[in-house]
């Protein structure tokens, strides 16, 4: 194993361990009284801080089996072992204490055993349909920051950076097809990169680079741009940011057919 990898996995399994006994101490107190504030702050602060650990240790994958592991730890099983409603809060935090040592255990194998290390594996390629190759690695990058902003519960960011990656895609598109296609479409004058956002949009919908699902973008995420301009601190919901990341996926299956 390379000594940047051995060094990765050890940070790693203090960082877990270090959860662990966090893990512990806030069982104790929901154990003691389940509806103490503090506590329940604490669980819930906890919990997104192992939720970003196993994202990092999956890859980004949501098959993963530590993933799935994360995610069914939150679940409650009928006696035919369908999902009903959620567990008792010290409930969740023992199985995910679980989650937690099964890491450990697969980090401790030789080789790391299955656990995958985001920053250590070369991620699924979402956007090798953009032509730009510099601008790849780029929207990966943002592409994981967004989903990351949205799982800590920064919905303005995770909003803000899914319209931005949505909105360098369409342009490298429209730059792609040329200007007599642009022309077809009844595209505005000047240059791509003085159009608005919206008018971007329009164009490539028009010129049949991409469908509708521009349509389910909330006033706010049309707003983006002049948002960052003027430093507005404009209110962005769960439900706004997730549209902008689902609107986001449908465009780039639009780009990218084969994806």
Not at 103 to 109: D, G, N, P, Y
Not at 190 to 203: H, Q
Request: glycine share 8%.
């Amino acid at each position: 194993m390379a000594e940047s990898l051995e060094a990765q996995i050890r940070a790693f399994v203090s960082r877990l361990d270090h959860l662990i006994r966090r893990g512990q101490l806030v069982r104790d107190a929901l154990v003691k009284n389940s509806a103490d504030p503090a506590a329940i702050v604490a669980a819930r602060a906890w919990q997104e801080e192992c939720g970003v650990a196993i994202n990092q240790l999956s890859g980004g994958s949501k098959a993963h089996w530590l993933a799935r592991s994360f995610s069914e730890a939150f679940l409650m099983r009928s006696a035919k072992g369908n999902a009903t409603e959620g567990a008792a809060p010290q409930e969740i935090i023992q199985r995910l204490l679980d989650v937690l040592t099964q890491a450990v255990t697969a980090l401790s194998r030789e080789g790391g055993g299955p656990v995958i290390i985001a920053s250590e594996n070369v991620p699924p390629r979402r956007f090798e349909f953009v032509h730009n190759t510099e601008l790849r690695e780029v929207l990966e990058q943002a592409y994981t920051d967004a989903r990351l902003a949205m799982e800590k519960g920064d919905y303005n960011l995770a909003m803000r950076t899914s319209c931005g990656i949505l909105e360098a895609i369409v342009t490298d598109a429209l730059e792609h097809i040329g200007q007599s296609e642009l022309a077809a479409s009844a595209a505005p004058a000047g240059k791509i990169g003085d159009w608005s956002f919206d008018e971007r949009l329009a164009v490539a919908e028009k010129a049949g680079l991409i469908r509708g699902g521009c349509a389910r973008l909330p006033a706010v995420a049309r707003a983006y741009r002049d948002q960052a301009d003027n430093g507005s601190n404009a209110i962005v919901t769960e439900r706004d940011a997730k549209l902008a990341g689902q609107v986001l996926n449908v465009i780039m299956r639009d780009l990218n057919p084969g994806r």
